[in-house]
């Protein structure tokens, strides 16, 4: 968290930025951006208090991110258990029942989003591609969210720039760098920027990204 830095309170001071209440904030952001924030988020930059008085509301909120936290894990314990069994019956498998089992493997771990992600590019599932369709246009969105607040600071300070995260914790610190190589001329111009962001959380190349995002 924040609290935890030797520079929070020069962070804050340079970011300029105070609303009411920070949770109400990030509560806010995540709704916005929910794929976003299902992918990750930067705790470390989380202006959040050590403690606060509970009432119903953050009660509320903290059994609805634990049932989904068991929901997600057991569903990730019900796909690794079905993985786990699919490699050990074709390990036991010779010649041609073998080759099947292979691509019966490959195809489930195709549609899971699992396959490995090789070096050069990387193919995108169908069923993954609206989803990745959805983080693209959020990412956007962000992004000029990012650079409407940063035209109010400095953000040629590699500082100021790391306080960005305190309010854009959907962000880490090497995304925010690739994002001002970009030019911002006007509302809207974070296409470039975006798809240099998520070509980097995925490992592939913008073009790639953009041949499946745009299909022609």
Do not use: C
Request: charged letters at 30%; hydrophobic letters at 40%; glycine letters at 6%.
């Amino acid at each position: 968290m924040l609290n935890n830095r030797p520079d929070a309170a020069e962070l804050l001071e340079l970011l300029n930025f105070d609303p009411p209440d920070w949770r109400s904030y990030y509560e806010d952001l995540w709704a916005r951006y929910p794929t976003l924030t299902r992918d990750w988020v930067n705790p470390g930059f989380l202006n959040l208090p050590v403690t606060w008085p509970q009432e119903n509301h953050d009660l509320e909120l903290q059994v609805r991110r634990w049932v989904e936290s068991l929901n997600q894990e057991s569903w990730d314990s019900l796909i690794l258990g079905e993985i786990r069994g699919k490699a050990l019956a074709l390990m036991a498998k010779r010649g041609a029942d073998r080759v099947r089992a292979q691509r019966a493997l490959d195809r489930r771990l195709d549609e899971l989003g699992l396959r490995p992600i090789f070096r050069g590019g990387m193919r995108i599932p169908r069923s993954e591609r609206p989803t990745m369709r959805t983080r693209y246009q959020e990412l956007r969105d962000l992004i000029d969210e990012l650079r409407t607040a940063a035209a109010e600071g400095n953000p040629g300070n590699p500082a100021y720039r790391l306080a960005l995260l305190i309010r854009f914790p959907l962000f880490s610190k090497h995304d925010i760098d690739v994002i001002f190589r970009f030019p911002y001329p006007r509302r809207g111009a974070t296409a470039d920027a975006a798809l240099a962001v998520l070509a980097r959380r995925f490992n592939t190349r913008p073009g790639t990204l953009d041949r499946y995002l745009f299909p022609r």
